[in-house]
């Protein structure tokens, strides 16, 4: 809750303003990258880099995606995988999982633009379905899997 009143006049008295870009600052943003990302407090996120996003033979594939550029940079990942599990950063490893069946979490209208737009995904072909090679992570991505200390998650839509 801000300080309101004689609290806050207090407040302004003790802590010295500074000028960060010629606005006026009460603490000093991090200097550099090194300073913003530490272990510490840093995570390294990869979501959904999987065979139906990035791989020939998968969803965005069957539906004409041009996958040059998200397969070239899931290429780079296993050496941030590396950097980040060096420098002791947190490691998660997440990836969506997705039925067909019923598809109780996507409105009609949604439902009506996948089918026209996106032919059968997420209609009459599975996106992810558990187990899948589609739900696998892509490429050597799936081989710098979560060790014991990076946690790992599905996100499941069903």
């Known amino acids: ?21 010629g606005v006026a600052v009460r603490r000093m943003p991090p200097a550099d990258l090194e300073e913003k990302i530490r272990p510490g407090h840093t995570a390294l996120v990869v979501l959904d880099v999987l065979n139906d996003f990035c791989a020939e033979g998968g969803m965005m594939d069957a539906e004409g995606a041009d996958l040059t550029a998200v397969q070239a940079a899931a290429r780079r990942i296993p050496r941030l995988l590396a950097a980040a599990r060096a420098a002791a950063a947190l490691v998660v490893f997440v990836r969506n999982e997705y039925t067909s069946e019923a598809n109780s979490y996507l409105s ?27 739900q696998d992570f892509y490429g050597d991505v799936r081989h710098c899997r979560p060790s014991r200390s990076s946690p790992s998650t599905a996100t499941t839509r069903s």
């Open 1 to 21: 809750m801000p300080a309101t009143g004689a609290g806050r006049c207090l407040r302004a008295a003790i802590l010295p303003r500074m000028r960060y870009h």
């Open 108 to 134: 009609d209208v949604w439902l009506e633009q996948a089918v026209r737009r996106r032919g059968a995904s997420y209609t009459a072909r599975d996106v992810c379905a558990a187990g899948s090679w589609n």
